[in-house]
């Protein structure tokens, strides 16, 4: 098991263009989390699939924010038109249907997006 | 709304104890978490606590009082690793599973 993994770890873009981030959850995790970070703030919830059902969402994701899990599987996160607001860490979790680990969010190492 | 206070920042002494408070208002309760985070790394789970009381495991111990909307996180035997934000989060009832986090805690562990 390699835990949680994301594409890019790094991404500088120039405002206006769009984005896409990739987040491929542990196997047979079928809750996946997106979060945004930024500087000495904790993580900000951004939206919430089980299997492929997105059952939950900030007002963010209502506007140039959408995500996708069409298969239960990957995730994808995208933003339009970013800004400069948009400059944060974008941080991926999963976590199990069921055992030992079912109320833990397991992390992945995260997607640094720089807007100029 | 939903609102969790947690102090910003806090300086302990190696082999020490130290108290971490969090304090919280949401609309909803399923289960309080405590979540290490290092810098320049992704968060990772400490503890979760969905009933009153002490959960311990190992040095960490976490303790929930629901009708106070407060809980702590407790280090013994202070490392120079346990240097890190510790962030409190609550997890709502709203039917899906929204963890809503603190801004954390930094805890600067010193020899």
């Known amino acids: 098991d390699t835990g949680v993994s994301q594409d890019p770890r790094h991404k500088i873009t120039k405002r206006g263009q769009n984005v896409t981030f990739r987040c491929d959850p542990i196997?047979?995790?079928?809750?996946l989390y997106w979060y945004r970070q930024t500087l000495g703030q904790g993580p900000e919830f951004l939206t919430y699939?089980?299997?492929?059902?997105?059952?939950?969402k900030s007002r963010l994701l209502s506007d140039r924010f959408s995500a996708e899990r069409p298969k239960g599987s990957f995730s994808t996160l995208e933003i339009q038109r970013t800004e400069q607001g948009d400059s944060a860490m974008y941080l991926c979790?999963?976590?199990?249907?069921?055992?030992?680990?079912?109320?833990?969010?397991?992390f992945g190492p995260g997607t640094r997006l720089t807007v100029l | 709304g939903q609102n969790i206070d947690q102090p910003t920042e806090m300086t302990a002494t190696e082999g020490a104890i130290v108290q971490i408070n969090c304090t919280y208002q949401?609309?909803?309760?399923?289960?309080l978490f405590w979540y290490q985070q290092h810098a320049g790394e992704a968060p990772t789970f400490l503890s979760y606590n969905v009933l009153d009381g002490l959960e311990e495991k190992g040095r960490f111990s976490s303790f929930l009082s629901r009708s106070k909307g407060y809980s702590y996180l407790l280090l013994k035997e202070l490392q120079m690793k346990d240097s890190a934000s510790y962030l409190c989060a609550v997890r709502g009832n709203t039917g899906g599973f929204k963890t809503i986090f603190g801004a954390g805690t930094r805890l600067f562990v010193k020899a």
């Open positions: 196997s047979e995790h079928n809750r």
């Open positions: 949401t609309s909803g309760f399923n289960g």
């Open positions: 979790a999963s976590s199990p249907p069921r055992g030992e680990s079912y109320n833990e969010q397991f």
């Open positions: 699939f089980q299997n492929e059902a997105q059952l939950e």
